[in-house]
T-cell receptor, first 113, second 110 residues
């Protein structure tokens, strides 16, 4: 069953704690993405990776970190430096080169209290 | 970042009315993609446009890419309640970066 999996679906953390969101894909896609979505708003690009061991900052990378040690995995860490981390986080993957469709995971809703 | 502007932000229609959302860029686009996100869901790919002046249809949905490749539109004919959701355009680049517009949230009154 091919697809992109994000876990967990809901996540609660205390302010000041780092938290890592998981994203796994078995589509053999080269490119992977992390977006943040706030209520009633669009998708803002946090980080993206074109290939293993490489990643680029998006429009709102401050307070976030990523790694791409395996083709299948692109975890996102929300650090304590992120001032407003409560949001809906979406991971996506594509064949790459920005010219093919992106497939999205179900998303992780992070709440920091 | 190099954004794509999308209008309107919200659109309320009566079932059976038509709906159009527009996507504009200040720079020439290599391609434009359209996605739909149902309430509580995740974005799902609808279509990609690549050629200048391209028009593609999917049942009641018509997608257009401007002649200058700086704008695009999505038109829905005779909306249904199943069309409810947020419609996003997204621009891709040769470097795999995929940037989304802010979306148009469509509500349909039965």
């Amino acid at each position: 069953d091919g697809g992109i999996t994000q876990s967990p679906k809901y996540l609660f953390r205390k302010e000041g704690q780092n938290v890592t969101l998981s994203c796994e894909q078995n589509l053999n896609h080269d490119a992977m993405y992390w977006y943040r979505q706030d209520p009633g708003q669009g998708l803002r690009l946090i980080y993206y990776s074109q290939i293993v061991n490489d990643f680029q900052k998006g429009d709102i990378a401050e307070g976030y970190s990523v790694s791409r040690e395996k083709k299948e995995s692109f975890p996102l860490t929300v650090t304590s430096a992120q001032k407003n981390p409560t949001a809906f986080y979406l991971c996506a993957s594509s064949m790459g080169q920005g010219s093919t469709e992106a497939f999205f995971g179900q998303g992780t809703r992070l709440t920091v209290v | 970042g190099q954004q794509v502007m999308q209008i309107p932000q919200y659109q309320h229609v009566q079932e059976g009315e038509d709906f159009t959302t527009y996507c504009n860029s200040s720079t020439t686009l290599s391609n434009i993609q359209w996605y739909k996100q149902r309430p509580g869901g995740h974005p799902v790919f609808l279509i990609q446009l690549v050629k200048s002046g391209e028009v593609k249809k999917q049942k009641r949905l018509t997608f257009q890419f401007g002649e200058a490749k700086k704008n695009s539109s999505l038109h829905i004919t005779a909306t249904q309640t199943t069309d409810v959701g947020t419609y996003f355009c997204a621009k891709g680049t040769s470097g795999s970066r995929l940037t989304f517009g802010e979306g148009t949230q469509l509500t349909v009154n039965p």
